[in-house]
């Protein structure tokens, strides 16, 4: 299965996740440009934020078949945004974000056979 990946909404690079830890963000899951839902914390390379508890991933509150549903819809209005928590204004996103097409890998890959655990990236 490959990642869903994002470009963050305010500064335009992309939210790295190595799939066990991530850059701090906010989500939004968007229709007709609302917010049905957001969360925030670590990306976890597949559309959500990792759980701070330690439990996996917080999940979306509707089917995840229907989250890929907006996602690929025509409606610049429908789906995912994802803004850097450094970067974020109190400016909600009515838009998705557009996808990132090394999969928040970095722009190298070098995060693509990472696994710690305990990586930090940059603030």
Known sequence: MGCFSFMCKACGEPILSNSFTGQETHLYLLEDGKVLQEMEGQYDSYGKVFDPAGDGSIEWN??????????????????IAAV????YTGKVPTTQSADDPNQGWGDGLELIANVD???EYDK
């Open 62 to 79: 509707m089917e995840w078949g229907n989250v890929c549903d907006l996602m690929w819809t025509k409606s610049s209005g429908d789906g």
């Open 84 to 87: 850097h928590s450094k970067c």
């Open 117 to 119: 655990e305990d990586l």
